[in-house]
């Protein structure tokens, strides 16, 4: 027997961020309210993330809006705030109150709990999120065995089992990753990689699989489930796992049945469509508003935000959006636009952002900078290694082919794009760009937005490449040729991706096609006297292949992936006609053979070489910017780079010269790459990893200590260093022994308080100091030497002959 109806002017349906926050502003303002929530307890969402799980305050620069506290900390921590909450503003929240159907409109609706309970309101906010209807395996037996679970608490609970996780997200991965230290772990895959996920979770799977710590199964469906078993259809057939547990991470979809029972209206019948609401989160009933991730904003602090927001609309208050104050400061340089304006125009003028959502336009511009460079204002210079996207709102840009003819120069108009081969390849600015009129307006946005938009746009993603491939080939190989002809070869190209170690192209395939190396190294290697020699090291912006094609003989060396890299593959047949059509083309590429040539005799007069080439690119000098190299045999341990390192950085010394490899008196100390796409950059919560524009990678004050950047290094030259204490004068030191002298750092990070505050600190190539890097300045032999990947094979050929030591 139900309840008596109760009435308020508000029911909020789920207390998630949205319906907490929703919740705590009508407490605030007096509303008679109700929050109904079907579990036990708040948040649910939350309170099923993995335990000690980090949560997110994305996106970092908009503004809180809210009566609850929120800022990124771990899962217990939010947790807790948000109860702290509820409490301290008295919110009218029932628990184990789920709600079975909505019926009625503004003034007027009835909601029907299933126990039976009748509860009346003017007004309903859909807070339900989109975790309470998780995907489920749909396959023989899934619904009768016991060893089958669609979530993941602690996984600290489970120990010396053997787990499948079923997932390519981010969830399956972090799943994944929790539970490999303690147990046997496959993760399932449909595809044949992680790229849904995150670039910091994809890098962290991928690292444990190479160590072997989680098996893959990739191109993997789930075809049968028995007890202690899962059987995937793949490739190669059928096969069957037994396994003591499956964690099944597939994600989840609105709940439309219910939604369109409250007379909800959904654009179209796609299973992950979400329903249209208003600028006020109003849907198509009036008085029932749908918030956070059911209405298509899935970030923490965005439902927060609406959660406060849709509470004011209802009271009748005009709001402007959280975000509008920084889209103004944005709009600043510019004149004649209001917001709304400024952004309706970027969908109509720029192509590349035409299918962007109004959430993600907004985040866009509020991430980027919007400048007004006047008639030959330099935007960035060739050489440059920022890495940011820039689009042409307003205005033309001159390209400079030749820097030494500031006349020879390409003019890019509205609705163009540039800069995206830095953000690619992770390669230095290629040209200098200024400004072509004093009415341009730019919008530069940075690597990580752009990222995430390529990642989540697929339209987006596909303009930026298809124009990349256009220009990366003019750039690297047909600089002679006009646009029209290389969009021509253009179309017989290709973009792949090869795994660190997967070959390209044997030693004797035909010779069918050019490889650009638009990301990442390859190795040259040939097979003499029986096993395979390293000749050569291709960094990105080079081609391979073109030997074949020229001589018109099989394939005279292999090439393999020196680290992951993606390629632009040009039809053979295809680039010997445009040859054949260009004769500067084809004396260009003639030119590169012979060079080639002659280097790789050089090469066959001392195999021996190669294994130097092999060692460093094992180092990272496959995806290194700069690294610091020791030769041993002049090196006399005086320690004489560390103590100056030290001194530069504030008493922590940023390498460790005794650690790392030696081969052939080359020694790679423990001293930052600089990378072209720095894994401690991937997730970086505070934004705190920078890029300098002369390529150094390095941490700033904002860095928070929680070490995400020292676990995604694979070299494990970051370190988690508390505060040194304060440095003594030197006459203090000298005459009284007071503080740490150089050097002493170590011994202090060793025996300080367990309680001290880390942050993490690397190598800067002391960017900010004159002179160049400490450590090189300090050592007396020339010993330490910090090599370039131009100077990298220069490098090899010098030390070839220390192989006969």
């Not at 019926?103 to 906010?125: C, H, K, M, S, Y």
């Not at 752009?450 to 298809?466: E, F, G, H, I, N």
């Not at 070299?715 to 030197?730: F, H, N, S, T, W």
């Amino acid at each position: 027997m139900g309840e008596s109806a109760a009435k308020f002017e508000v029911a909020i349906v789920g207390s998630g961020p949205a319906g907490l926050s929703a919740g705590c502003r009508a407490a605030v303002n007096g509303m008679s309210h109700i929050v109904l929530e079907k579990a036990d307890h708040a948040s649910d969402t939350i309170f099923k993330f993995q335990k000690g799980k980090h949560v997110m305050a994305t996106p970092d620069v908009l503004p809180l809006r809210a009566e609850v506290a929120f800022s990124m900390g771990s899962r217990e921590e939010v947790l807790e705030t948000w109860n702290a909450g509820l409490q301290q503003h008295n919110v009218n929240i029932r628990y184990n109150a789920e709600v079975s159907a909505i019926t009625g409109e503004r003034g007027g609706f009835d909601l029907t709990l299933t126990d039976g309970t009748l509860i009346q309101a003017d007004n309903v906010v859909l807070a339900i999120g989109l975790q309470g209807n998780l995907n489920t395996l749909r396959i023989p037996g899934s619904e009768t065995v016991t060893h089958l679970q669609y979530q993941l608490d602690d996984p600290d609970e489970y120990e010396h089992e053997t787990i499948i996780v079923i997932g390519a997200g981010d969830a399956a991965i972090e799943n994944a990753l929790g539970l490999c230290g303690h147990n046997t772990v496959y993760i399932a895959n449909r595809g044949d990689e992680f790229s849904r996920a995150k670039e910091a979770n994809e890098t962290a799977i991928l690292a444990e699989i190479e160590r072997g710590r989680i098996l893959p199964i990739y191109n993997a469906d789930s075809v049968r489930c028995a007890p202690g078993n899962l059987t995937f259809d793949t490739p190669d057939g059928e096969i069957t796992v037994d396994c003591d547990r499956v964690i099944a991470r597939l994600g989840a979809s609105p709940p439309r049945r219910f939604v369109e029972a409250c007379g909800v209206s959904f654009p179209s019948d796609s299973r992950n469509a979400l329903p249209e609401v208003s600028k006020t989160y109003e849907s198509n009933v009036p008085g029932l508003y749908i918030v956070g991730a059911l209405g298509g904003y899935p970030l923490i602090k965005q439902a927060i935000n609406q959660g406060y927001e849709v509470i004011e609309y209802i009271r009748g208050n005009a709001l402007d959006p959280a975000d509008e104050p920084l889209i103004r400061e944005r709009l600043k340089p510019v004149q004649g636009f209001d917001t709304d304006t400024f952004l309706a125009e970027t969908r109509a003028r720029l192509p590349i952002f035409a299918e962007l959502n109004p959430l993600m336009l907004r985040e866009m511009i509020v991430e980027s900078a919007v400048t007004a460079p006047k008639t030959g204002e330099t935007v960035f210079e060739r050489g440059n290694y920022s890495n940011s996207v820039f689009t042409i709102f307003q205005g033309s840009v001159r390209i400079h082919i030749d820097e030494k003819n500031p006349d020879n120069y390409v003019v890019l108009e509205q609705g163009a794009f540039f800069g995206e081969m830095g953000l690619i390849a992770g390669r230095p600015r290629s040209a200098t760009i200024t400004s072509n009129s004093d009415d341009t307006i730019l919008i530069e946005t940075p690597r990580r937005t752009m990222l995430k938009l390529r990642a989540s746009v697929p339209s987006l993603r596909q303009t930026m490449d298809q124009e990349a491939v256009v220009r990366q080939i003019q750039a690297y190989i047909a600089s002679s040729l006009d646009r029209d002809s290389i969009r021509e070869l253009a179309k017989s190209a290709t973009l792949e991706s090869y795994k660190k170690g997967q070959t390209l192209f044997e030693e004797g395939d035909e010779g069918d096609a050019i490889h650009l190396i638009r990301k990442g190294s390859v190795l040259v290697s040939k097979r003499i006297a029986g096993r395979e020699v390293a000749l050569a090291y291709r960094a990105a912006g080079n081609y391979v292949g073109e030997m074949a094609l020229m001589s018109n003989m099989p394939r005279i060396a292999s090439i393999k992936a020196a680290v992951d890299c993606e390629t632009i593959k040009i039809d053979g047949e295809a680039f010997r006609k445009l040859m054949a059509d260009h004769p500067a083309l084809k004396a260009e590429v003639q030119d590169r053979y012979g060079e080639r040539v002659v280097e790789t005799e050089k090469m066959l007069e001392k195999p021996e070489a190669g294994s130097i080439i092999e060692f460093l690119m094992g180092e990272g000098i496959g995806e290194a910017t700069d690294v610091l190299l020791i030769d041993e045999s002049l090196c006399v341990g005086c320690d004489n780079c560390e103590k100056a390192c030290a001194e530069t950085h504030g008493g922590v010394s940023r390498l460790d010269r005794e650690a790392g490899p030696t081969f052939a008196h080359v020694h790679v100390p423990t001293s930052c790459r600089h990378c072209e796409h720095p894994h401690c950059m991937s997730d970086c919560p505070p934004d705190a990893v920078k890029r300098d524009k002369e390529g150094e990678v390095y941490i700033t004050d904002d860095c928070i200590g929680c070490g995400n950047c020292q676990r995604y290094c694979p070299y494990d030259v970051i370190q988690m260093a508390p505060e040194p204490p304060r440095k003594p004068g030197l006459l203090s030191w000298l005459l009284f022994g007071a503080g740490p002298g150089p050097g002493e750092d170590k011994s202090y990070r060793a025996s300080a308080p367990k309680d001290a505050r880390k942050t993490a600190v690397k190598c800067d190539m002391c960017k900010d100091i004159s002179g160049g890097a400490a450590c090189v300045r300090a050592c007396p032999t020339g010993a330490a030497v910090r090599v370039k990947p131009a100077d990298f094979m220069s490098f090899v050929m010098e030390h070839r002959g220390e192989l006969d030591r």
